[in-house]
Nanobody, 117 residues
Framework: QVQLVESGGGLVQPGGSLKLSCAAS????????MGWYRQAPGKQRELVAS???????NYADSVKGRFSISRDNARKTVYLQMNSVKPEDTAVYYCNRDPVGSWNAYWGQGTQVTVSS
């Protein structure tokens, strides 16, 4: 059984920073690429950043240069450092495998990020 628990969201002003965390349970975390996804109101969920088991990263164009994904395999935790945030970054942020595949059943509750002055 896999559990994904996101935390760290909140209200932040434009240009500010926030760091999200995702704690995962399960024995296979270390072998999978993990991603941070977000879903804004009225929009589809999108992948914004991913990291392989060895630490290679990839970012959506909309966050490239501003967000940084990292992972601690010993703690089974994935992080998303969000810098220079913009109002359009407002969304519920989730973590999951990349690609999601069979982990589609394991979406967590997400963490709300609101960028507003």
């Amino acid at each position: 059984q896999v559990q994904l628990v996101e935390s760290g969201g909140g209200l932040v002003q434009p240009g500010g920073s926030l760091k999200l965390s995702c704690a995962a349970s399960g024995s296979f975390f270390i072998i999978y690429a993990m991603g941070w996804y977000r879903q804004a109101p009225g929009k589809q969920r999108e992948l914004v950043a991913s990291i392989t088991s060895s630490g290679s990263t990839n970012y959506a164009d909309s966050v490239k240069g501003r967000f940084s994904i990292s992972r601690d395999n010993a703690r089974k935790t994935v992080y998303l450092q969000m810098n220079s945030v913009k109002p359009e970054d407002t969304a519920v942020y989730y973590c999951n495998r990349d690609p999601v595949g069979s982990w589609n059943a394991y979406w967590g509750q997400g963490t709300q990020v609101t960028v507003s002055s």
